[in-house]
């Protein structure tokens, strides 16, 4: 077999909801900018229960540009979970989501920002 007889590959696309991810000293501080950054206002700012003190401390600093805060994110993103923070980002009129922490916390946001289309 030769490079001749593959198939060629199906042309294809892929729209993804892309994610942003800011790491490093100093990039909490940047975190007013970046919501300005995407043309939104008020973020829902997401974190597990292990990281609820810094994320409420960073809704204080950042109050202008935080709507909510939902500190229950947990491994696996269980669809109780998902719904519950789904209620307070509906509630609380944000318009985009920060996501605190680890790959728990990162994955409910993913699954709130592909059920409303929000960055």
Excluded at 63 to 88: C, E, K, S, W, Y
């Amino acid at each position: 077999m030769n490079a001749l007889d593959i198939n060629p590959v199906e042309p294809f696309m892929l729209a993804a909801n892309p994610a942003k991810i800011i790491f490093g000293a100093g990039s909490l501080s940047k975190l007013g900018t970046e919501i300005e950054a995407l043309n939104c206002r008020r973020a829902l700012l997401l974190s597990g229960s292990f990281q609820a003190k810094e994320v409420k401390a960073l809704a204080e600093k950042f109050a202008g540009h935080v709507a909510a805060v939902f500190t229950n994110a947990a491994m696996h993103t269980p669809t109780d979970i998902t719904r519950n923070a789904l209620q307070v980002y509906e509630a609380s009129g944000a318009d985009c989501i920060v996501a605190y922490g680890g790959g728990s916390t990162i994955g409910l946001g993913k699954a709130i920002a592909w059920r409303n289309d929000a960055p």
